[in-house]
């Protein structure tokens, strides 16, 4: 069952979506009422919204004072425990992500895989919104974020390539098979097979925009 996220009226504010894939997060924000600028050092052809190709950090040091949110998912490869495991090495960039970010002064989000080295962040799972997946993202937010319930994991994952059967949760890496299913699950019709296992569910970064938005309208 797709889980339906409803959309919000524009409310005039941008956020810029830095390392964007195919734009996951960014309609998270879309249906919270915001407009999406996407940047990726990839082609990203399906992403929905606006997009420029080019550095994410040498985007957001030229540009991120135009925006009035900033939303980073820098690449996750590093701190993944498939990755530890295969000895592989990747750069570090939420160091110097955050400096940057804090040298500019906007509100922002930083999003990553559990074991990233984010602070003090809130950890957001499928479960907590209905979805057919577990899927733990965090996020280090400059504003307050309520912390969810987070239900019992009582279904299983299926297993890596065979088909998901009734009472399991889709596990969406790797060569995952049935796309049209995940894409369901993940409430992104629009992306491949690549962007699904790259992607946060919209209704992540939905709920984290309300925050923001609940915070901006408390500061007023």
């Given at each position: 069952m797709t889980h339906q996220l409803p959309a919000r009226t524009a409310n005039g504010l941008r956020v810029l979506d830095l390392f964007c894939c195919q734009g996951g997060a960014g309609m998270g924000y879309r249906l919270a009422g915001f407009n999406v600028t996407g940047i990726d050092t990839a082609p990203q052809p399906r992403y929905p919204f606006a997009f420029h190709q080019a550095d994410a950090l040498a985007y957001l040091a030229e540009h991120g004072t135009e925006f009035d949110l900033i939303h980073a998912s820098p690449p996750c490869q590093r701190y993944?425990?498939?990755q530890k495991i295969?000895?592989?090495d990747h750069p570090?960039?939420?160091?110097?992500?955050?400096?940057?970010?804090a040298a500019i002064g906007r509100p922002y989000v930083i999003e990553n895989?559990?074991?990233a080295p984010l602070l003090d962040p809130v950890e957001l799972c499928g479960?907590?919104?209905g979805l057919r997946t577990y899927r733990h993202r965090l996020f280090e937010t400059?504003?307050?974020v309520a912390h969810l319930h987070h239900p019992r994991h009582l279904a299983p994952n299926a297993k890596m390539g065979r088909p998901v059967h009734d009472g399991e949760f889709m596990h969406i890496v790797g060569n995952f098979s049935n796309v049209p299913l995940a894409r369901d699950v993940m409430g992104m019709p629009w992306a491949s097979r690549d962007g699904?296992?790259?992607a946060i569910p919209p209704a992540?970064?939905?709920h984290i925009a309300h925050a923001f938005l609940t915070s901006t309208e408390v500061a007023a």
């Open positions: 993944t425990n498939a295969r000895g592989n570090d960039l939420v160091e110097p992500l955050r400096k940057l970010l895989v559990p074991g479960t907590m919104f400059s504003f307050p699904l296992r790259e992540y970064t939905a």
